[in-house]
Structures are given as structure tokens and as C-alpha cells.
């Protein structure tokens, strides 16, 4: 399967979601701050959007152990059936994807159009998706910069087998925003 994306187009489709998810984080009882660091280029090669603190030895969510974490947004035009984990960002660069390099500790991955979010832990989906790499197809994309174009390879994790997984996954919720 190959799809073709803008990457102008793309960066703007997603700058809103990265407000939304900063303004559900915020109405959290458990979150102090939410710092939005999605145009910091120190933060670009580490695959971090948003850094989020917490009220200190909260234990609502007790996969996050440290008063300070990190979250990468993703923002999705797609039915939410699949989630896309990029496993190379530039295909004829031989650069790894995102979901493989990505430092943060939860991802975010929202289906704009259905405004379904699903959250779980990086670390523990990277660890599961791994261990069944293969049972994934893949998908390419080509996308435009300028006059030229990458192509990106994907995975499709079905949202049943994280459901399925969800035990291995510690953090693994739905939210409707």
C-alpha cells in the first residue's frame, strides 16, 4: 500500500492535535504542567512533543514513575483501525523511523477525523511490537518537500491486537477528544 503525503500539509494537519492533547493533559488531576516543546529543534531527533509534569508520588498512573515525562503526538486522517509505527523515516537514506528512535515515554496517536486518541507506554509497545514484527504489513509513503520526495516505511499494528495486548502494554487507554 502506498499513499502520498505534503509535508507542509502534514505538519499543519497535526499542529492542532498537539493543542488538543496539551489541553486534555492539562484538565488531568494528576498533571502540574504541560510544556509543548513540538517546535524546539533540541527536541526534534529525540521524537518528544510535550513534556509533562506531574503532582510528585501521584500514583494514578503508576507506569509513569518520574514526576517529569515525555510524549510524542501523533495525528492520524485515517478510520482507527490501524496505527502506523514509521520503522524508517527516509527509506533511501536508510534513516530508522520514529516509533524505533523516539525517547519518548507515551505516545499519543489520535484519529482526527473519528477524535479517537489512544495513549500507551513507547518503551512497552516497542518491546511487543518487536516481538511480532513480522506479523505486521508494511506500508510506504511518499512525501513531498519542496520539489523532491522521501518514502517512509510503516508497520500497521491493528488497534484489536494492542487491545489483545494490553496487559504487556501497561498504559493503554482510549480517550474521546
Not at 513540538?38 to 507506569?63: A, N, T
Not at 499519543?108 to 511487543?128: M, N, P, W
Request: aromatic share 12%; with cysteine; glycine share 4%.
Amino acid at each position: 500500500m502506498n499513499q502520498n503525503n505534503q509535508f507542509e500539509k502534514d505538519r499543519e494537519f497535526s499542529e492542532p492535535t498537539v493543542d488538543i492533547v496539551k489541553k486534555e493533559l492539562r484538565s488531568l488531576p494528576w498533571v502540574v504542567d504541560v510544556r509543548d516543546v513540538s517546535k524546539d529543534s533540541s527536541f526534534y531527533d529525540d521524537g518528544v512533543d510535550l513534556l509533562v509534569k506531574r503532582v510528585p508520588g501521584d500514583d494514578y498512573k503508576v507506569i509513569i514513575r518520574s514526576d517529569e515525562f515525555k510524549v510524542e503526538v501523533k495525528a492520524d486522517r485515517h478510520k482507527a483501525v490501524n496505527i502506523p509505527f514509521e520503522t524508517m523515516s527516509n527509506c533511501g537514506k536508510g534513516i530508522k523511523g520514529c516509533f524505533l528512535t523516539s525517547k519518548a515515554d507515551v505516545w499519543i496517536y489520535r484519529f482526527a477525523y473519528e477524535g479517537v486518541t489512544y495513549v500507551f507506554d513507547h518503551k512497552k509497545a516497542l518491546s511487543l511490537f518487536e516481538s511480532h514484527l513480522n506479523e505486521f504489513p508494511i506500508i510506504y509513503s511518499k512525501t513531498t518537500v519542496g520539489n523532491s520526495y522521501y518514502r517512509t516505511e510503516c508497520r500497521l499494528v491493528p488497534i484489536d491486537f494492542l487491545e489483545k495486548h494490553k496487559a504487556s502494554l501497561g498504559l493503554f487507554e482510549k480517550w474521546n477528544l
